[in-house]
């Protein structure tokens, strides 16, 4: 048997693979989102977290979780910055001393209402450079999946 692996696979894999083409696509996004929250002091990972603790009601860990589609460890390890600026505040969960629920400081609020300014802005020059349509179809396909998962988990 030929242990070569023929290049037509290799093509095939390059032209078909949607997991290729979501993580080179997400890297692009995720600096152009970087670069533009840079100055917000922000990541757009963080962009995130914070806009996901922007809620009535301050939620657990577990809950975010399953919002952002992160690992229980690396949403600690996303908060650790945050908190030591006081944009977000952890408080034992009156209900569960065992867990934490998190909220937006006075400051963080202030970040996270200028930084969506630029989110705005970044996301709008994204979406022109897409064909009329595009964009809102590749959100639907992607929350199906995602969606599709979370009911899986």
């Known amino acids: ?7 037509s696979v290799t093509l095939e894999v390059r032209d078909r693979c949607l997991c290729l083409h979501l993580q080179r696509a997400a890297r692009l996004v995720a600096r152009r989102f970087d670069e ?10 963080q962009f995130s977290l ?3 603790l922007n809620r ?19 949403l600690t ?9 006081g944009w977000v505040i952890a408080t ?5 001393r065992r867990a934490r629920r998190l909220y937006l400081g006075a400051e963080g609020q202030a970040v996270l209402k200028a930084a969506v300014l630029t ?3 970044t996301h709008d020059a994204l979406d022109a450079e897409m064909a009329q349509g595009q964009g809102a179809e590749l959100r639907a396909g992607l929350a199906s999946l995602a969606f599709r998962e979370d009911e899986k988990g």
Do not use: F
């Open 119 to 121: 989110w705005r802005a």
């Open 50 to 52: 914070m806009m996901a």
């Open 92 to 96: 034992p969960d009156p209900d569960d």
């Open 36 to 45: 533009a929250l840079k100055p917000h002091g922000l990541t757009n990972g």
């Open 77 to 85: 390890a996303a908060l650790k910055p945050l908190e030591r600026r």
């Open 1 to 7: 048997m030929d242990p070569e692996m023929p290049l």
């Open 56 to 74: 009535p009601g301050a939620p657990r860990i577990s809950q975010l979780v399953t919002v952002l589609g992160m690992d229980r460890t690396t």
